[in-house]
């Protein structure tokens, strides 16, 4: 047994990366041993959602009187003070434990309902510029961990797309916000959707608008069901 378990270790890419870049936690960004995501302290007091959201929208103030076009929402913390660097460092910097972490929490939230079976998993896109800026779409990072939590063999960020934009969208109200989403995204044309169960995967759900769109988008296509998976929710009471 302890063959077994050191030879794993060593067959283990993480183990190796350690020695180059130290593994962090995906919340404070502190130095963990090279097999953790997360440290016992941030895994304890991260701000999981703690009010029943509504099973559709997946909002705290339910929003499905606005017309939302996806099927139902799941996601696992408060986005936060606590949040926020934790949010930016995988954005921009080191997806891997964060998304790792949260696919881990959201796979076992989906696992516990009856959603259809989901046949492709996908994320909001990113504009051809932010990529090159980044060099990752975080959310499409989020999409492929979740995907190999739940067993699904199917995952691409080809079927949506992004127009690059320069407005900040944060600044707007969501009544200008959703103009601005609706001309943002567009279907790829490379994947065919119809009659398809999507798992559309994000960071964040603030207004809903970017999912909704997304998801709108998805249906116009023919997807039968979009079921979205976030890691972070925003209520106005936790901000
Ligand atoms: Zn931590
Ligand atoms: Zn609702």
Partial sequence: MLMRQKTSKFL???FWLDLIMPNRCAVCNKILPWDKLCCDNCLEELPYIDKPLCEVCGKPDCICSNGIHYDRCFSIVWYNE?????????????????????????????????????????????????????????AYELAASLAKQLGIEQVSDKILSKRNSRSAQHELSAEERKKVVEKLYYFSG??????????????????????????????ENGAAAVICAVAANTDKSKE
Avoid: H, W
Wanted: include cysteine; proline fraction near 4%.
């Fill in 82 to 138: 606590q949040m926020r660097a934790p949010v930016v460092r995988f954005k921009n910097q080191s997806p891997g434990n964060f998304a790792m972490l949260f696919a881990e929490k959201l796979a076992c939230k989906i696992r516990e309902t009856d959603i259809p079976a989901i046949d492709v998993v996908t994320a909001v896109p990113m504009s051809r510029s932010s990529m090159k800026e980044r060099g990752y779409n975080q």
């Fill in 190 to 219: 490379k994947y065919d959707v119809k009659g398809k169960n999507i798992l559309l995967c994000d960071d964040i759900i603030t207004t809903g608008s970017t999912l909704d769109r997304c998801a709108e988008i998805l249906k």
């Fill in 12 to 14: 283990d890419k993480r």
